[in-house]
C-alpha cells in the first residue's frame, strides 16, 4: 500500500469515526462504501476490514461516552448479547452468498432509511407536530430487545458496517430512547457483537490488515472528537446528518 492511499484511509478513518460515534452507528457505513468506491476493494474484504473498523470505533466510543453516563447498560447488553449468534451467522451468509447484489442490498437499505430519517426530522415535519398533537404509544416489551439484537448481529457481520444505522432509529422511534442515549447505548451493542463477528472474519481470513492499520488510527482520533463534539449538537440534528450521508453513500453505489 502506498503512502497517498495510507493518508487517505486515515481521513477517511477520521471522518467516520468521528460522525459514527455522535450518531452511533460505528462509522461503518461510511468507511466500507469508501473502500468499495475509492479503492474498488473486494466487497468480502471490504466487509471484514470494515468490521474491524467498526470495533475500534465503538470501544474508542464506549471509553468516551461511559465517562458521560450516557449509557443504558440493561439495553446494550440485552441487544449485544442477543445479536452474537448473528453475527456468526452473518458471517456465513457473506461466504455463501456474497455476490454483485451486495452493492443493491446495501443501497438500497441505506436510502429507505435516510429517506425515513430525513422525513421524520425536517423542519415541515416540526410544523405539522406543533399544528397536531400526536397521541403518545407505548414502547414495545424489553423482549423484544432479543430479536433485534440477533437481526443487528446478522447485518454487521454481513454488510460490515456494524447495524448501527438502523440500532439508533428503532431505539428512538420505536423504544422512544432519547437520541444521546440512544446513540451511546448503540455503540456498546456494538462493540459487543462486532467483536465476535471479527473473530469469525479472522478465521476466515476477510481482513486487510493494512486498510485496518491506517483506518483504525484515523477513527481512533475521529471517534475521540465525536464523544466531544456530541455533547454540543442538538439530536434533530443527529439524525438529519445521518439522513442526508446515508442517501448520498446509497445513491452514489447504485451506480457502482
Same mark, same amino acid.
Given at each position: 500500500? *502506498?503512502?497517498?492511499?495510507?493518508?487517505?484511509?486515515?481521513?477517511?478513518?477520521?471522518?467516520?469515526?468521528?460522525?459514527?460515534?455522535?450518531?452511533?452507528?460505528?462509522?461503518?457505513?461510511?468507511?466500507?462504501?469508501?473502500?468499495?468506491?475509492?479503492? *474498488?476493494?473486494?466487497?468480502?474484504?471490504?466487509?471484514?476490514?470494515?468490521?474491524?473498523?467498526?470495533?475500534?470505533?465503538?470501544?474508542?466510543?464506549?471509553?468516551?461516552?461511559?465517562?458521560?453516563?450516557?449509557?443504558? /447498560?440493561?439495553?446494550?447488553?440485552?441487544?449485544?448479547?442477543?445479536?452474537?449468534?448473528?453475527?456468526?451467522?452473518?458471517?456465513?451468509?457473506?461466504?455463501? /452468498?456474497?455476490?454483485?447484489?451486495?452493492? #443493491?442490498?446495501?443501497?438500497?437499505?441505506? #436510502?429507505?432509511?435516510?429517506?425515513?430519517?430525513?422525513?421524520?426530522?425536517?423542519?415541515?415535519?416540526?410544523?405539522?407536530?406543533?399544528?397536531?398533537?400526536?397521541?403518545?404509544?407505548?414502547?414495545?416489551?424489553?423482549?423484544?430487545?432479543?430479536?433485534?439484537?440477533?437481526?443487528?448481529?446478522?447485518?454487521?457481520?454481513?454488510?460490515?458496517?456494524?447495524?448501527?444505522?438502523?440500532?439508533?432509529?428503532?431505539?428512538?422511534? @420505536?423504544? =422512544?430512547?432519547?437520541? =444521546?442515549?440512544?446513540?451511546?447505548?448503540?455503540?456498546?451493542?456494538?462493540?459487543?457483537?462486532?467483536?465476535?463477528?471479527?473473530?469469525?472474519?479472522?478465521?476466515?481470513?476477510?481482513?486487510?490488515?493494512?486498510?485496518? @492499520?491506517?483506518?483504525?488510527?484515523?477513527?481512533?482520533?475521529?471517534?475521540?472528537?465525536?464523544?466531544?463534539?456530541?455533547?454540543?449538537?442538538?439530536?434533530?440534528?443527529?439524525?438529519?446528518?445521518?439522513?442526508?450521508?446515508?442517501?448520498?453513500?446509497?445513491?452514489?453505489?447504485?451506480?457502482?
Amino acid at each position: 500500500m *502506498d503512502i497517498m492511499t495510507g493518508l487517505l484511509l486515515l481521513i477517511i478513518g477520521i471522518i467516520a469515526g468521528g460522525y459514527g460515534t455522535i450518531v452511533g452507528a460505528g462509522g461503518g457505513f461510511i468507511f466500507v462504501p469508501a473502500l468499495l468506491i475509492l479503492l *474498488d476493494m473486494d466487497p468480502v474484504i471490504a466487509a471484514g476490514s470494515g468490521l474491524v473498523i467498526v470495533l475500534i470505533n465503538s470501544f474508542t466510543g464506549v471509553l468516551g461516552y461511559a465517562k458521560q453516563k450516557k449509557i443504558n /447498560y440493561k439495553i446494550a447488553l440485552t441487544i449485544g448479547i442477543s445479536a452474537l449468534p448473528g453475527a456468526l451467522l452473518g458471517v456465513w451468509l457473506l461466504q455463501a /452468498y456474497s455476490s454483485q447484489y451486495f452493492y #443493491v442490498i446495501f443501497a438500497t437499505i441505506l #436510502v429507505g432509511l435516510g429517506i425515513f430519517l430525513f422525513s421524520k426530522n425536517s423542519p415541515w415535519e416540526g410544523k405539522l407536530l406543533s399544528k397536531k398533537k400526536q397521541p403518545e404509544r407505548n414502547a414495545p416489551k424489553d423482549a423484544w430487545f432479543i430479536p433485534l439484537g440477533l437481526v443487528m448481529g446478522i447485518l454487521s457481520s454481513y454488510l460490515g458496517i456494524g447495524g448501527g444505522w438502523l440500532l439508533v432509529p428503532i431505539l428512538i422511534y @420505536v423504544f =422512544h430512547v432519547p437520541t =444521546h442515549r440512544a446513540a451511546a447505548t448503540s455503540i456498546l451493542s456494538l462493540c459487543l457483537y462486532s467483536l465476535i463477528g471479527v473473530l469469525s472474519q479472522l478465521y476466515y481470513s476477510n481482513i486487510d490488515w493494512m486498510t485496518v @492499520v491506517f483506518g483504525g488510527t484515523g477513527v481512533i482520533l475521529g471517534a475521540n472528537i465525536g464523544v466531544f463534539l456530541s455533547q454540543r449538537i442538538p439530536g434533530k440534528v443527529i439524525l438529519q446528518m445521518l439522513s442526508v450521508v446515508l442517501v448520498i453513500i446509497g445513491v452514489r453505489m447504485y451506480f457502482q
